[in-house]
């Protein structure tokens, strides 16, 4: 067991993997984090969503991403290639509406805007992405392009 991923927030992937786009905030979780000092609700509550967790795995035919999402609909989540391989997969979680007659006693569930972006390596397939939901997980698939094989030529051999 790796002491670099409990040290970067008990990430799965490689830290050093250079097609993930995430920024790490190395001040977060100690107590002078911006999480606490002089930073407004509203933007603690969209960073509590903003780090969806991730997965993306290589087959020998595709790249598959998937994504817990749960309590979101498929209308409030964007998957989008950009220019240069760049896949973008975005999100909203709607905060509940507060009645005024309501008393909260706790509040747990996150809600706001996340946005993660991944380069994608050369054989993507970036014209062919797919993206489907069921129970809350998101799976977009980007096919790979095939790998040809150099071919081989005997050369026979005179004398």
């Given amino acids: 067991m790796s002491l670099i991923p409990s040290f970067f927030g008990n990430r799965r992937s490689n830290v050093f993997d250079p097609f993930s786009l995430d920024i790490w905030d190395p001040s977060e ?7 606490v000092v002089n930073v407004p609700s509203s933007a603690r509550e969209t ?5 969806a967790r991730i997965d993306w795995k290589e ?10 999402l749960p309590g979101l609909k498929k209308e409030e989540v964007k998957v989008e290639v950009e220019e240069g391989r760049v896949l973008q997969i975005s999100g909203e979680r709607s905060k509940e509406q507060e009645e005024k ?3 909260w006693h706790r509040v747990e569930r996150s809600s706001g805007k996340f946005l993660r972006r991944f380069r994608l ?9 797919k993206a489907s939901m ?9 096919p790979k392009e095939e790998i040809k ?11």
Wanted: proline share 7%.
């Fill in 134 to 142: 069921e129970s809350g997980v998101l799976t977009v698939t980007v």
């Fill in 149 to 159: 094989k150099p071919e081989v030529k005997s050369i026979e051999i005179s004398g």
């Fill in 101 to 103: 007659n309501d008393k």
């Fill in 47 to 51: 960073s509590a969503f903003a780090n």
């Fill in 121 to 129: 390596p050369e054989n993507a397939k970036t014209d062919q992405v």
């Fill in 59 to 68: 087959t020998p035919e595709a790249h598959v991403f998937e994504a817990d």
């Fill in 29 to 35: 979780g100690f107590p002078f984090s911006s999480s």
